[in-house]
């Protein structure tokens, strides 16, 4: 039940839906207006103070996208929910580029609608585009589940545990846990532990004296102290040492650590959330992770599902970002065409999220009108979906002089782990699991057959 009561103006030509709605969110608390049509709705809106609209996309007169437009006009941050029978890629994108909230298709499910509101209202008084949820998207059913689970977690001090595949969102996840605790108007702190060597870790994680290193001028605080009383998030936590294994269990288990060349033990109030795309049950299993820490930082489990398994989210996705990068770079692109749509929903995204706000970025910067067209999204006609990476080797005939099996057996597994690293960027993580390997496989193929992984000179660490 909401904290304080809201107003919800329903808008929409159907007065099923309308009696619906207003027996639902009555019954929960809020109060409810109603309306048949865009006019009745703007009418409402200028006569009431109302804190989220939910509309039907197609209602005659004014509907859809200008009805969106001409709300916010009225009240620019006003979160809308369309709920529609009509469910297409155009209009789902269309409503996202022009600020809707979020997108539920009819018949909807009570609960789901429940949920879409309890987060826009949550966005709403966070009155910031870095809000609580907002930049967040989606409305599968996986992403209901973790919008709940953030809701649930966030006011307590337990530890949390984000997996996922790189481009997934985890550091948007540990943000909104962040932005919905009760540490919210303390320090939000990251690092990679991936992209540090182990001595330059343990400095930059718990600070160092002067004289701790050779050329030190002065005392350097650490992270996890400037960290104090808020939220300290650890991407790629499984990229860290052995050594360093020992010294952040001392700090989950007791919140204290000494700094670099310091005898003197300092304590902390911080709540850790760590992150990783790495199989950490195998690693455990394999030794070359700790099990006592691994349990310490596996209270809360959040795993987030790759976007290849929640492909309706994607026209959401695209319109978000059709929106925020066509007014960054100022271009007219405001249209996804319907051969560009059916590219974007046939391809599997291996690189999740990012891979596709990327791919959205670039076929902005390309288009010189307001259509993307499927010869914008350069990257995807460059690349296979993963199920083709079981056609990518041709084998050899076998000739009269016979055929050596073993060395054609390599070539072709070579060239096959090589696309996958291709397709993934490099990701040893990500290109097993589209061979349907486990990390420790991939990695014993890839030093067995001598295969080049391109790797950040700095931080030894997969790019």
């Not at 369309?82 to 789902?92: K, N």
């Not at 989606?138 to 996922?164: K, L, Q, S, W, Y």
């Not at 099996?405 to 090589?418: G, H, V, Y």
């Amino acid at each position: 039940m909401p904290s304080n009561k809201k107003t919800i103006l329903v808008i929409d030509d159907e007065k099923s839906i309308r009696e619906t709605l207003e027996m639902i969110f009555t019954s929960d608390g809020y109060d409810v207006l109603t309306a048949a049509d865009g006019a009745e709705g703007l009418h409402a809106l200028h006569e009431n103070q109302v804190d989220l609209i939910i509309q039907d996309l197609k209602m005659p007169g004014l509907n859809g996208t200008a009805l969106i437009k001409a709300i916010k006009k009225v009240d620019p941050n006003i979160p809308i929910i369309i709920i529609t029978a009509f469910s297409t890629w155009d209009t789902a994108v269309q409503a996202m580029r022009v600020g809707a909230y979020g997108y539920i298709k009819k018949p909807f499910d009570n609960d789901n609608i429940r949920s879409c509101v309890t987060r826009a209202l949550a966005a709403r008084n966070a009155q910031t585009d870095a809000g609580k949820f907002s930049d967040i998207i989606g409305n599968n059913a996986h992403m209901r589940e973790i919008f709940d689970i953030i809701r649930r977690i966030a006011p307590t001090d337990a530890t949390v545990f984000i997996n996922g595949e790189s481009g997934t969102g985890k550091e948007l996840v540990a943000r909104a846990i962040h932005n919905s605790s009760l540490r919210v108007n303390k320090k939000f702190v990251t690092i990679n532990c991936g992209a540090f060597p182990e001595s330059l870790l343990e400095s930059e994680l718990f600070g160092h004296i002067q004289g701790a290193f050779t050329g030190t001028a002065g005392n350097k605080k650490g992270l996890i102290e400037i960290a104090d009383g808020g939220t300290f998030f650890l991407d790629e936590v499984g990229e860290m040492s052995a050594t360093m294994q020992v010294k952040f269990l001392r700090v989950m288990e007791n919140q204290e650590y000494k700094p670099v060349g310091s005898t003197e033990t300092k304590r902390v109030d911080v709540r850790f959330i760590t992150a990783t795309n790495r199989d950490m049950e195998q690693m455990v299993e394999d030794g070359t992770f700790r099990e006592d820490l691994y349990y310490r930082l596996n209270v809360i489990p959040v795993n987030i599902t790759p976007l290849r398994d929640r492909m309706d989210d994607v026209p959401l996705l695209a319109g978000h970002f059709l929106a925020k990068h066509s007014k960054k770079m100022n271009k007219p692109a405001n249209k996804i065409s319907p051969e560009a749509a059916k590219t974007l929903s046939s391809y599997d995204w291996p690189g999740n999220v990012r891979e596709l706000e990327n791919t959205i970025q670039r076929a902005v910067a390309l288009a010189d009108d307001e259509t993307i067209e499927p010869e914008h999204l350069v990257v995807l006609g460059s690349r296979k979906p993963r199920t083709d990476a079981n056609t990518l080797a041709t084998p050899a005939e076998i000739g009269a002089e016979g055929l050596d099996l073993e060395e054609e057996m390599t070539r072709i597994e070579t060239q096959i782990i090589n696309e996958a690293l291709k397709m993934t960027g490099g990701n040893m993580s990500n290109a097993a699991k589209i061979l349907n390997l486990s990390f420790r496989q991939m990695r014993y193929k890839i030093k067995k057959l001598g295969i080049k992984t391109r790797r950040n000179s700095f931080a030894g660490m997969e790019i």
